[in-house]
């Protein structure tokens, strides 16, 4: 029994797009990056002025964060990284002093999926309390 061209082609056709399609398939997860501001709001009697103190990022291409201080105020700002895994609870902090328009970076291999929080504050001085804290959420 022979096989006729037109079958024949459509086969070879099918057996192509299979194989594009398995060879093409995207990873198994793709992460979700977060971003926080602190923010303040001052209200007088001719309204209101906000305030950037910080903003922090946590970029899941990586598993890399950064901290940049935003404001010319004389606080310090700080950062939290936090998530879960099979090894437990897992808590980084970063913080930088020196002043507006200074970053600082931080990177730790998170398994994939991994709910990831990242928490930006100011503070006055070492030993002072957080101010304006915002929280974000991503996935590594």
């Not at 310090?76 to 099979?86: C, L, P, Q, T």
């Not at 291999?109 to 101010?131: F, L, Y």
């Amino acid at each position: 029994m022979t096989i006729s061209r037109m079958p024949r082609r459509a086969l070879t056709g099918l057996a192509a797009t299979v194989s594009a399609l398995a060879l093409s398939t995207a990873p198994a997860f793709a992460g979700d990056d977060a971003h926080a501001k602190s923010i303040s709001e001052n209200c007088g009697v001719l309204g209101c002025v906000t305030q950037l103190h910080a903003e922090a990022w946590f970029y899941s291409d990586g598993d890399h964060w950064k901290l940049c201080d935003s404001d010319a105020d004389g606080d310090r700002v700080d950062m939290s990284v936090g998530w879960d895994d099979s090894a437990g609870s897992h808590f980084l902090t970063l913080e930088v002093t020196g002043g507006q328009g200074a970053c600082a970076t931080g990177q730790r291999n998170i398994p994939e999926g991994k709910k990831v929080t990242i928490q930006v504050w100011h503070r006055n001085g070492a030993n002072g309390s957080g101010k304006d804290i915002a929280t974000a959420h991503g996935t590594a």
